[in-house]
């Protein structure tokens, strides 16, 4: 099993440009998510989903899109990208919401300039 | 207030040294306790998983769950310098709760 596998590694951005950072996971998970961490912050949830066609905004959605057509996939939209979005993005999921471990991606570190 | 409170460290110790890592909590509702190991430049890995009250060992590794103090701890036995990494707790509630609440995370060092 790969887990969940995240791409790209890298990015540098420009500000005001877009992309989708992919995330797809080979364990049947129900739940997904998409964190970002920040020196002295943590780890901080962008989007989630519990499940194919269902999303949810935790702390920090602004400037993000999310959908979830499939179980497998859950891919991140910045859609005018700015420099406070620099950060370290790590894809996770669970096997149902709230219970069980969250499992996590290599992450991508993003910069935008 | 934050929901969990981890001290950052950093925290550097000798090879073989018995390593103790806390976190603290505010939330009574909170079930699930996990503690994640993370290397410079890659994903959290999970290392311990417990549920509810009480010890749980693996190895190296003790996981404690005092729900009554509102207070997790991980120790580490034997330290090795292959253990220097970020160490982050999380939790969460079941079996509506959307969200894992995670600690910022204590460096450790451990010195040959």
């Known amino acids: 099993n790969a887990g969940v596998t995240q791409t790209p590694k890298f990015q540098v951005l420009k500000t005001g440009q877009s992309m989708t950072l992919q995330c797809a996971q080979d364990?049947?998970?129900?739940?997904m998510s998409w964190y970002r961490q920040d020196p002295g912050m943590g780890l901080r949830l962008i989007h989630y989903s519990v499940g194919a066609g269902i999303t949810d905004q935790g702390e920090v959605p602004n400037g993000y899109n999310v959908s979830r057509s499939t179980t497998e996939d859950f891919p991140l939209r910045l859609l005018s990208a700015a420099p406070s979005q620099t950060s370290v993005y790590f894809c996770?999921?669970?096997?149902?919401?709230?219970?069980?471990?969250?499992?996590f991606g290599s992450g991508t570190q993003l910069s935008v300039l | 207030q934050k929901e969990v409170e981890q001290d950052p460290g950093p925290l550097s110790v000798p090879e073989g040294a018995i390593v103790s890592l806390n976190c603290t909590y505010s939330n009574s509702a909170f079930q699930y306790f996990m503690w994640y190991r993370q290397y410079s430049r890659k994903g959290p890995e999970l290392l311990m998983y417990t549920y509810s009250s009480g010890n749980k060992e693996d190895g190296r590794f003790t996981a404690q769950v005092d729900k009554s103090s509102k207070y997790i701890s991980l120790f580490i036995r034997d330290s090795q310098p292959s253990d220097s990494a970020t160490y982050l707790c999380?939790?969460?509630?079941?079996?509506?709760?959307?969200?894992?609440?995670f600690g910022t995370g204590t460096s450790l060092t451990v010195i040959p």
């Open positions: 364990m049947n998970h129900e739940y």
């Open positions: 999380a939790m969460s509630t079941p079996p509506t709760g959307n969200q894992f609440y």
């Open positions: 996770a999921s669970s096997y149902s919401e709230g219970q069980g471990s969250l499992f």
